[in-house]
């Protein structure tokens, strides 16, 4: 086996010279272009009042970043979900035709008024959050 | 062969650059005359259209402003005050798809014939980048009008790849710039669009058009050449001409005649409406979608697409190195089977989605 000349040398140094140049500067591209944390959002919001809310119908409310559905169900009590649909993250809408459900119009889940995945795609039900009331004032905390 | 100085300033091109040498190059390649020559065609109107794509994707950047909260109006004002703006937005959007249906047409052809086999092996993996690229130039650039359909597709669409393991949940972030898709996102997408997919497909298809000036058009296997081929130029170059101006008609009757829509300003906080839909080249995904169930046994459904893309990606890039027979020279049923698969099921799905 010869030996290894001098260029042979300073070819393999250059190598391993560019390699090891090379690794902190794709982790730092990797790091620049990764999204920062958000800004820190409240754990709960008031959304709204309840004369927002007619009595047959949800509406959506906004807590921080995310769309809130807000219901006032049968037994009198105000119940919040995530209007997100579980599948791919679409806005859910409320639909009447076939009795009062949440409805997909992105893939065609469905989920019932207390937020259970019935129909569709959609692997789990929309999430629920705590609602707290103040007066005629909606507090959601997630949970 | 010396350049003929039959005009001025061709001839004081001739003496400071290679202007006889491309000449000569270019008339170097020929190309075969047979019962599926016909398909030749589709790569050039393919790269006619990204032309195109180019020329109205530079006057509409002149306007087009990428922030959520003018990204709508000034799409609007395009469409409504600009001269001639709603012309341009419209053969710019029907040119993008007249775009992705030449290339699925040239890819088809050229799988069905196996021009993938020896020496052109780098062809068909540049090409099958090309595909990769265009429909990213779409998915960035169907965002940016930030209208209600262009919100829920781009929601859609970074989500479904969150399921893939290891870089999933992250290679989303990168796209998206954010957790919520917001003024990052929109200035990511058109950033992308504008800038670095334009610079790297340039540079993809240059690299595309040499090999094939160099390499030339493929003959299927057990295809008789009926007759001696064609100089591609300037002989098959007319016809490209006479393709591309049929091309240019098809596109501007398209544009007139059914001037592209704008749907309501993009709102992350309204239901998405009925009837929402990806663009049709995106339909087979999008069916496949509606139709798997959440859980297939213990594996979530999204991973399941995720995996049959992933797979169908890596065989598509590996097929000149798989299909052995058309290596051979020998002909290949089987892959002439699942091109003719992967057709049906394409046509299927977009039919699907269309009627129901």
Redesign the interface.
Same mark, same amino acid.
Do not use: D
């Given at each position: 086996m010869n030996e290894p000349n001098r260029r042979d040398f300073l070819k393999r140094a250059f190598a391993l010279w560019a390699l090891i140049s090379a690794v902190p500067v794709v982790g730092m591209l990797a790091q620049y272009?990764? @999204?920062g944390k958000?800004a820190t959002t409240r754990e709960t919001v008031m959304v709204g009042k309840t004369d927002d809310i007619p009595a047959d119908t949800p509406k959506?409310f906004?807590f921080n970043?995310e @769309?809130v559905v807000v219901l006032l169900n049968p037994a009198g009590q105000y119940k919040a979900f995530s209007?997100r649909c579980t &599948?791919?993250? %679409?806005?859910?809408?409320?639909q009447t035709e076939g009795g009062p459900h949440f409805g %997909?119009? %992105? &893939?065609?889940s469905q989920f019932d008024m207390s937020g259970k995945?019935v129909a569709g @795609?959609? @692997?789990r039900p929309l999430a629920p959050f705590r609602v707290n009331l103040d007066g005629k004032s909606i507090y959601l905390t997630k949970v | 062969m010396t350049f003929p100085r039959n005009s001025n300033i061709l001839g004081w091109l001739s003496d400071r650059l290679p202007v006889g040498w491309l000449r000569e190059a270019a008339a170097a390649k020929s190309v075969p005359r047979h019962k599926h020559s016909f398909w030749y065609i589709f790569g050039g109107l393919t790269l006619f259209f990204f032309g195109v794509q180019l020329v109205t994707g530079l006057l509409l950047a002149l306007y087009y402003q990428p922030s959520p909260e003018h990204a709508y109006e000034s799409v609007a004002g395009i469409v409504n005050d600009v001269q001639h703006g709603w012309l341009v937005r419209s053969i710019h959007s029907w040119s993008a798809n007249l775009l992705v249906a030449m290339l699925f047409i040239h890819m088809f052809s050229a799988f069905l014939m196996k021009a993938y086999r020896k020496p052109r092996e780098l062809m068909w993996l540049s090409g099958a980048l090309l595909l990769f690229l265009m429909l990213g130039f779409s998915f960035t650039g169907f965002l940016l009008p930030w209208d209600t359909t262009a919100y829920f597709a781009t929601l859609i669409g970074t989500e479904v790849p969150k399921t893939m393991p290891i870089i999933g949940t992250w290679g989303v972030s990168l796209i998206k710039g954010a957790e919520e898709i917001g003024e990052a996102t929109l200035t990511r997408m058109y950033s992308l669009h504008v800038i670095y997919l334009p610079l790297i497909a340039l540079a993809i298809i240059s690299f595309h058009v040499l090999l094939n000036q160099l390499s030339g058009s493929s003959t299927p296997v057990g295809t008789a050449e009926r007759r001696p081929p064609i100089r591609f130029f300037p002989n098959y170059f007319y016809r490209d001409l006479i393709a591309w101006g049929l091309g240019l008609a098809a596109l501007l009757v398209l544009a007139t005649m059914l001037p592209w829509g704008l749907g309501d300003k993009a709102d992350p906080f309204a239901s998405a409406p009925s009837g929402i839909r990806p663009e049709w080249y995106f339909w087979p995904l999008y069916e496949t979608l509606r139709m798997i169930p959440a859980q297939v046994l213990w594996i979530n459904g999204e991973l399941i697409v995720n995996l049959i893309v992933g797979t169908l990606t890596i065989f598509w890039f590996s097929v000149p190195f798989i299909d052995r027979r058309s290596a051979r020279g020998e002909r290949s049923p089987v892959f002439t089977a699942i091109g003719v698969l992967l057709i049906s099921y394409m046509l299927l799905t977009i039919g699907l989605a269309y009627f129901t």
């Open positions: 272009l990764t @999204p958000a959506i906004r970043k @769309p209007a &599948h791919l993250g %679409c806005v859910v809408q409320f %997909c119009n %992105c &893939h065609g995945n @795609p959609a @692997p | -």
